[in-house]
């Protein structure tokens, strides 16, 4: 399943992305955690900040799903990391300077512990 443009094009400006990925059970969801999100070429992309041990991230590539909350609703997702694909990585990283430029924690963001956190958040259903 893919994201809709329209659904593409709310989540491109939207700065509320929270990340509940599911428990070891499969169906209880973390609480949730607010972090960055940009959408690149049609596909929804975000980072740890702590990189790969970061809890939602290990939560979330252990389980491979949960739900989010961005754009003002709530959707049940699958996680899927993003990893030594640099063609990718840059164009994430460009599109976190772009929407996020100004941002105190704009750099941190572009070194290799959150990019070696990236995950492509998908629809489940």
């Known amino acids: 399943m893919q994201w809709t443009t329209q ?10 992305l929270r990340v509940s990925p599911f428990y070891g059970d499969g169906q209880t969801c973390g609480t949730p955690t607010w972090i960055w999100s940009v959408v690149v070429a049609d596909h929804l992309y975000a980072r740890a900040w702590n990189g790969q041990q970061s809890s939602w991230y290990r939560a979330a590539i252990e389980q491979g799903g949960g739900w989010i ?32 430029a100004g941002s105190a924690y ?3 963001m572009l070194q290799a512990g959150p990019q070696s956190a990236t995950v492509e958040i998908m629809p489940a259903d």
Request: zero cysteines; proline letters at 7%; a positive charge.
């Open 7 to 16: 659904r593409l094009a709310q989540f491109a400006t939207a700065d509320d």
């Open 106 to 108: 704009l750099l941190p």
């Open 69 to 100: 909350h961005l754009a003002g609703k709530n959707f049940r997702v699958t996680f899927t990391p993003v990893t030594q694909q640099p063609g990718i990585t840059a164009r994430v990283d460009a599109a976190y300077r772009q929407k996020y």
